[in-house]
C-alpha cells in the first residue's frame, strides 16, 4: 500500500514535527528541520519513477510540503512584523526615558 511506502512515512513524520514546530512557533527546530525536507522528497520522486508509488500521492505529498511552506513563510512574516512593531516601541520608550532624563536633570 502507498500508504506505507517507508518514503511517505517518512516525509508524513518530517512534516507532523514541524508543523507542531510552526505551530509552537519554534523557529528553532523548523530551521533545524528544514534540510532534511529535500532528502525526504527524493526517495518520494525515485518511488514514483519505478512506479511504487502513483502519480496522484506524490502529487499530493508535495502538496502537503508547499502548504507547509506557504504557512511557515506567512507565519515568519507575521512574527517578524510583530518583532518589528516591539522594537519600535522599545525605541521610542528609550527615546521618552531620554527625554524625560534631560528634562528632570536640568537646573530650572
Known sequence: MAADHPAMV????????????????????????SPEIKPAIE???EALEQGQLPAEIVRSQLQKVQQFVDAADGSAHRA??????E???VNRNSSAA???????SSPP
Open 87 to 89: 522594537l519600535k516601541e
Open 10 to 33: 517518512h516525509l508524513d513524520q518530517l512534516l507532523e514535527h514541524m508543523q507542531q514546530a510552526l505551530k509552537d512557533q519554534n523557529w528553532e527546530l523548523i530551521s533545524r528541520l
Open 98 to 104: 531620554k527625554a524625560y532624563g534631560k528634562v528632570s
Open 80 to 85: 517578524k512584523a510583530a518583532a518589528q512593531l
Open 43 to 45: 526517495p518520494l520522486l
